[in-house]
Every structure is written in C-alpha cells, then in structure tokens.
C-alpha cells in the first residue's frame, strides 16, 4: 500500500479559524431563515387554498351517527 495514505491511521482533529466558524454559523442562521420562510409559505397557501372550506365541512362523528363534540 502506499505510504501517504491516511485510511488506516488517526487523523488529527481539524482546527477551524475563528473566521470559518464565524462564516459557518451565518450560513447556518441564513439556512434556518429560508427553511422558516419556506414553511410559513407552505402554511399560508395551504389556507388560503383551503379558504372558508374548513368550517363548513361535515364532522366525522355527526357522517358516521356519533355525537357531534362542541
């Protein structure tokens, strides 16, 4: 095998800068933002295509014959 191979052997932890890590925790943060945002859009589409329908449809217990829970 060849001698510069590191597959075999302990691998020294990696150091990171303060400048990377700094630069990490914003992508992180930015991330986060865009995944908040993306699901808060999903949110509102999801109602507004749904609209005023949801508190006109049928109970599942008062279709099946149930008491209807207020």
Do not use: C, D, Y
């Amino acid at each position: 095998m060849a001698e510069g191979n590191n597959h075999g052997g302990q691998e020294q932890p990696r150091q990171w800068s303060e400048e990377q890590l700094k630069r990490r925790r914003q992508r992180s943060v930015a991330l986060a933002l865009v995944l908040g945002a993306l699901v808060t859009l999903f949110f509102i589409v999801t109602i507004a295509k749904l609209g005023g329908n949801v508190a006109k449809r049928p109970v599942v217990g008062a279709v099946l014959g149930m008491e209807q829970v207020v």
